[in-house]
Every structure is written in C-alpha cells, then in structure tokens.
C-alpha cells in the first residue's frame, strides 16, 4: 500500500498575509512571494536534508526536488503543495509548469541571473503568464544596481499593481529595476514560431548589453530550456 506524507504549506499566514497582500487578495503577487523565498528556501532545506537521511529522495535527486518545490510556490501564489513519497521516481509526477529555473548570460563583463519558470501553459497555467525576474551581478559575484527594458516579438508584457491588487498589462515593452515582469501570450499555433524576449541592461544611462531569451513552443505552452538564455551578439 503506497505510504505518502502530505504537508500542504499555506503561506497566506497571519503577519505575512497581512504585510504582504491588500486586503481581500486571494492570493500573493510574485513580488510579494519573493519576500518570503529566503525564509521559505532554509525551510525546503532542512525538509530535503530529512528526506534524504530517510531515503525518500535521493542525494542526485535532492536538486531537482527543491526547484520543482520552489516552482510550486510560485506558480500557485503562495499555495505550495510539498510532497515526499516513498515510491521511487517521485519527481516523475512534477509538472514542468510549476518547475523553477535560474538562467544566466554574460553581460557587458557582468552576470545576467533570470529566475522563471521552466514551462508556461495559458490553458491551465494559474499564473498570469511566464515570470521573469532579472538581476545582475558584477565580476566579483556583487548585485549591481541596474534597469531593464524588455522587448518581445509576440505577446505582451503584464505588472503587479499594488493599488488595484492584479497583474495589469503594459504592452509589448516592459520596465524591471529587478521586479519581476509577466509575459503573457495566448495558447501557440502547432507551426507557431518561438517567441524571443529581449533585456537590454542599463547602469544609469549606460547600456552594458543585451540578452535574449528564446522560448520553444511545446504543444499547448512555451518551453524555456537550460540554455535559452544567451549574449546577444552585434550584428
């Protein structure tokens, strides 16, 4: 009989639903979840050291359990389900659509570091759309102060409004200081190209370079593969 411990987390939790959300918000914007990844990341730490020392995972696996974790959390707006199961292959049962992944490109002698999400289905994707979270480090692994202008050949650009408590939508182009931007498009043709998102990267009136990322269209969603974000090369 298949033995299974089931923690539902529910992050939306006196102080912090509070501080964090507008009152009648069902559930955290992704910037609000980003208050809480340092906290929330010691906490998956010391439960994957426990189900690893009790073999529910194993050493090789205790990397992708954490990320499929993480994207959890935030694709269900502070409703993580964690599960640890004692069949074998557990991570199997993951959806790549709640799966986190952090890219990184270089960028004019620096470090382009994106958090997003491995894969974005509009059909049944409880996100608004594809997060993405940029910020930039310099040669020595410091965070750098930096902006971002976001450009995308196909669909649009939505941010969390704290006064109206949603994501709303800013068009084809996109701002970040380091906030996380949403990018959103309907549900792909079959023969659909991929769509390419562009981050130019700015220190005051300084550009230091652009990145791309290239999304793969997958059935019914958009994919982002370990490597599909890259320098852009001058032409």
Not at 58 to 65: D, I, L, M, N, S
Not at 101 to 122: D, F, H, K, Q, S
Not at 219 to 230: K, M, Q, S
Request: hydrophobic share 40%; with cysteine; net charge negative.
């Amino acid at each position: 009989m298949l033995k299974r411990i089931c923690t539902v987390l529910f992050v939306l939790l006196l102080s912090a639903s509070c501080a964090l959300s507008a009152e009648g918000d069902p559930l955290l914007s992704v910037d609000d979840l980003l208050t809480l990844e340092d906290s929330y990341q010691a906490f998956l730490c010391e439960l994957e050291e426990l189900a690893v020392s009790r073999g529910l995972i194993t050493e090789e696996e205790r990397g992708a359990w954490h990320d499929a974790q993480m994207g959890d959390f935030f694709q269900n707006g502070g409703y993580g389900s964690i599960l640890i199961n004692y069949t074998p292959g557990v991570l199997a049962y993951t959806r790549e659509e709640e799966t986190l992944v952090e890219l990184n490109a270089p960028v004019g002698g620096c470090t382009m570091e994106l958090l997003t999400m491995r894969r974005y289905t509009p059909q049944d994707s409880s996100l608004s759309g594809l997060m993405l979270t940029p910020s930039v480090t310099d040669a020595s692994g410091a965070p750098m102060d930096i902006h971002c202008e976001l450009r995308a050949t196909s669909g649009v650009f939505l941010k969390w409004d704290a006064l109206l408590g949603t994501y709303i939508n800013v068009g084809a182009s996109a701002q970040s200081d380091g906030e996380t931007v949403v990018w959103s498009d309907q549900t792909p043709a079959p023969e659909a190209r991929g769509p390419v998102i562009t981050f130019t990267v700015k220190q005051g009136e300084q550009v230091l370079g652009e990145a791309v990322l290239r999304l793969n269209v997958d059935g019914t969603g958009y994919c982002v593969e370990d490597g599909a974000l890259t320098a852009k090369q001058d032409s």
